[in-house]
């Protein structure tokens, strides 16, 4: 099942594995190490990371290793990028207007 990206990051456990991740592949048991979950709910976590396609496990002789691939954060880059210039554009539409209101009295 491919899963949805913006599924895959709402949980805090998965976005803290992606942080973990962010700078050097880590193997499982080293990721589940940082977590008080049991090492499956981990596993789970990353299935579910990878089905989105933010992790790529590599192996490495017995060793698995969780790479973040972050190509896949596009699709929320772009979905928050139509918010902050909507938002952006009011915030400054009431600069101006608050600037002008200043300026007349």
């Known amino acids: 099942m491919r899963r949805d990206v913006f599924q895959a990051i709402a949980d805090p456990t ?9 700078h050097q592949s880590l193997n499982l ?5 940082n977590f008080t979950v049991s090492r499956p709910a981990i596993s789970k976590h990353i299935k579910i990371l990878t089905e989105c396609g933010l992790v790529t496990i590599t192996q490495q002789g017995r060793e698995h290793y969780c790479e973040a691939n972050f190509r896949q954060f596009k699709e929320v880059s772009d979905w928050i990028e139509q918010y902050r210039v909507f938002w952006s554009q009011k915030l400054d539409a009431l600069g101006d207007f608050l600037e002008k209101e200043d300026k007349s009295k």
Request: hydrophobic share 50%; proline share 0%; glycine share 0%.
């Open 29 to 33: 048991n080293t990721i589940a190490d």
């Open 14 to 22: 998965r976005r803290e594995i992606i942080n973990l991740i962010a």
